[in-house]
């Protein structure tokens, strides 16, 4: 059975790092893409970015390129997504969701929990 | 970044079709990439309800269907039911080498 378990929930104040994480099991996880997708209070999917941890490749939405780092540990099958300085406007859950590609049509058939990320002073 | 853009909310009785329309580009639906929804429950990750432009995934009832035209698509659930009652997003790929999602719609069993 295939599972994406992410870390739990985070309350961090504004200027604070952190890294959350997103374990995948049940599946060869270096042949797979793994997405991340936020979702602020009340409003709907942003497609963050992208990493296929067999070769570390990575993509960013432009809206999110130089805000956060995505990457990879595939000795441990697992993903991170990382800020270095947290905003307000960062508070939403976050979702990690593997990308099943055939050819270059890809979508998120297996999904994490979702991490709630809550920033505030 | 590009949007795909749906209705903020469509409603129905229970039992009535209802149809969510997806409005994309030239550079992801209509540049031929696959176009795929999710349902949204209240406090839930989002699921995987059509792939493919009309393809369901085993277990979801057959009561939703999808289709793409141009650079469109669209989702109807025939036979609303109350357990309907969830927020739809569609979801396609782009020339840039990224995914987009739809701006969601909320659908509302009267």
């Known amino acids: 059975e295939v599972q994406l378990v992410q870390s739990g929930a985070e309350m961090k104040h504004p200027g604070e790092s952190l890294k959350i994480s997103c374990q995948g099991s049940?599946?060869?996880?270096?042949?797979?893409?793994i997405g991340w997708v936020r979702q602020m209070p009340g409003k709907g999917l942003d497609w963050m970015g992208i990493?296929?941890?067999?070769?570390?490749?990575?993509r960013y939405s432009p809206s999110f390129q130089g805000q956060v780092t995505i990457s990879a540990d595939k000795s441990i099958s697992t993903a991170y997504l990382q800020w270095t300085s947290l905003k307000a406007s960062d508070t939403a859950i976050y979702y990690c969701?593997?990308?099943?590609?055939?050819?270059?049509?890809?979508?998120?058939?297996?999904w994490g929990q979702g991490t709630l990320v809550t920033v505030s002073s | 970044q590009s949007v795909l853009t749906q209705p903020p909310s469509v409603s129905g009785a229970p039992g009535q079709r209802v149809t969510i329309s997806c409005t994309g580009s030239s550079s992801n639906i209509g540049a031929g990439y696959a176009v795929h929804w999710y349902q949204q429950l209240p406090g839930t990750a989002p699921k995987l309800l059509i792939f493919?432009?009309?393809h369901r995934p085993s277990g979801v009832p057959d009561r939703f269907s999808g289709s793409k035209s141009g650079t469109s698509a669209s989702l109807a659930i025939s036979g609303l039911q109350a357990e309907d009652e969830a927020d739809y997003y569609c979801?396609?790929?782009?020339?840039?080498?990224?995914?987009?999602f739809g701006t969601g719609t909320k659908v509302t069993v009267l």
């Open positions: 969701a593997r990308r099943d590609c055939s050819g270059t049509n890809c979508n998120f058939r297996y």
């Open positions: 979801q396609s790929s782009d020339t840039s080498r990224s995914d987009v």
């Open positions: 990493i296929y941890p067999g070769d570390s490749d990575t």
């Open positions: 493919g432009n009309d």
């Open positions: 049940g599946y060869n996880f270096i042949n797979y893409w």
